[in-house]
């Protein structure tokens, strides 16, 4: 072999190997990271040519895949757009969101647990399919929750949340404006493109799940943690007198800037019982027993019912936040839910409903059951215990206090008949002068044996300012909730 034949056949047969080193990296080291690259076209292109898996609720899908004429083969649908667009969120070319994304392994038939399914339909020569995901939705509660917060005037903004204290399933969760993510899914992309920056540009802000991800104050309803606060502190009952009187002064404050009062309503003269106090949710009682309690002790409550921590994983979620290093005056704001405090509609529902369930507050979850294509469990998942809040003789206390509530107090518009409810109004103040006041409302029944935990808040409707209150426009939205899920 002459010089030049040889120089030509080593420089190709170092081309060869650097090819399949190049081919071994990437085969071997890389597969995992290319596969999941967002950007990865290939990866994309065969998630739209696949038949994805179902979300559903009871035995209805929310979010199906159904055939196509093009190229891609299926496209996604949504049945019950506007009701569970929070829920589901939205799967295209672009991305995913909500339910799409956290449980995209089963949806897309790549989780582990379906690898069998994957090899038998490569045997059979089937094109893969995805898993389906149960939801722990109940479809009348979550109905009544939409029909409750859509009847209000005007173009409203709010969330309703419920959740069973026993397990920490969420059983409905609404939040208003919503929108249709079918116009996300179609494979015209320019039409995408041109609905999600319309969407995007929308000042009521539709793209927004308001249930776990807009923290707002939430006034009064926080006064469940101040009075927790207070009672385990072992100095009350539910049967105690308790710091009351027309006015109450902050601690370092003077004059007008410092002073809290009760808007009228009786809350005694020096002290009040502590059942008239949350009956009339006297501003000035829970203001004097957060300053008692101190500002260590309320963070470490709050903490307890889920303030300060993240523990949703199947949405994305807003952490309600108990602010820390609070001089005395702060305190004293905290204990009504003012100041820096602020939280989810699922927070508050699951300060309820740690009452509830006698002082255990359970881990919030969405997803009930893993399924096969063929609709086989493949995986239940199980209850877990976030905190103990408090104790369960506080939280019986804590329960007939609020009990009277619905029966003599503010939050009568929760009552149903034949039904001991427990429930607590809200109305804080959102600090801008233009913007009308949040209506809040949470309340659990049966009382005596709980099977649902509510939580409303109203950020906007179409309502005169002075008549935004958390009982009269709340109420009856939880009330019907819990007549869904009672009467199941």
């Known amino acids: 072999m002459n010089k030049p034949i040889r120089m030509i056949s080593i420089f190709c047969l170092g081309l060869f190997l650097l090819l399949l080193v190049n081919v071994t990296w990437l085969q071997v080291f890389r597969a995992e990271t290319l596969a999941e690259d967002g950007h990865n076209q290939r990866v994309i292109a065969d998630n739209f040519s696949r038949e994805r898996g179902a979300i559903l609720v009871g035995r209805q899908p929310v979010a199906k895949s ?19 667009a929070h829920l589901t969120g939205r799967f295209n070319w672009f991305g995913t969101t909500a339910l799409e994304r956290t449980q995209n392994p089963v949806l897309s038939g790549q989780d582990s647990r379906l690898f069998v399914n994957r090899v038998i339909d490569m045997l059979s020569n089937r094109s893969p399919k995805g898993g389906n995901v149960q939801l722990t939705i109940n479809a009348a509660a979550q109905q009544a929750a939409y029909d409750g917060l859509s009847s209000l005037p005007g173009n409203v903004k709010g969330a309703v949340v419920a959740i069973e204290p026993s397990t920490g399933k969420i059983l409905a969760s609404v939040s208003l404006p919503t929108y249709d993510p079918n116009k996300l899914a179609s494979h015209r992309f320019g039409e995408i493109i041109k609905e999600q920056e319309r969407l995007q540009k929308d000042p009521a802000e539709p793209l927004i799940n308001r249930a776990a991800g807009m923290r707002l104050p939430p006034g009064s309803t926080f006064k469940l943690v101040t009075a927790a606060a207070a009672l385990e502190s072992g ?27 009760n808007e009228g309503r009786s809350c005694g003269a020096k002290t009040v019982s502590f059942r008239q106090a949350m009956q009339n949710s006297c501003n000035t009682t829970f203001a004097a027993l957060a300053v008692e309690v101190g500002a260590e002790a309320m963070q470490e ?12 994983d199947d949405l994305p979620q807003a952490v309600s936040v108990f602010p820390r290093d609070m001089d005395a005056a702060q305190t004293g704001q905290s204990g009504l839910g003012q100041f820096e405090v602020a939280a989810t509609p699922l927070q508050m529902a699951m300060v309820a409903g740690g009452i509830a369930h006698g002082g255990k507050v359970m881990k919030p979850y969405l997803v009930d059951e893993y399924r096969t294509p063929q609709l086989q469990v493949l995986d239940t998942i199980e209850p877990e215990e976030l905190h103990r809040a408090i104790s369960a003789r506080t939280a019986r206390e804590l329960t007939d206090l609020l009990v009277g509530t ?73 009330k019907a909730v819990m007549e869904a899920v009672i009467s199941r």
């Open 406 to 478: 619905v029966d003599s107090g503010t939050a009568s518009p929760a009552a149903i008949p034949g039904v001991k409810v427990a429930g607590k109004t809200g109305t804080a103040q959102s600090g801008i002068d233009d913007v009308p006041p949040y209506a809040w409302f949470v309340s659990f029944a049966p009382a005596d044996d709980p099977e649902v935990a509510v939580a409303v808040m109203i950020q906007s409707a179409d309502i005169p300012r002075g008549e935004v209150a958390g009982g009269r426009l709340g109420g009856p939205i939880a």
């Open 301 to 312: 409550r709050a903490e307890r019912f889920g303030f300060n921590e993240e523990y949703l």
């Open 66 to 84: 159904v055939p196509t004429d093009d190229q891609y083969k299926f496209q996604r649908e949504y049945p019950r757009p506007l009701l569970y």
């Open 235 to 261: 100095k009350y009952n539910a049967d105690s007198q308790v710091p009351g009187g027309p006015s109450y002064q902050l601690p370092l404050t003077s004059g007008e800037s410092g002073r809290i009062d």
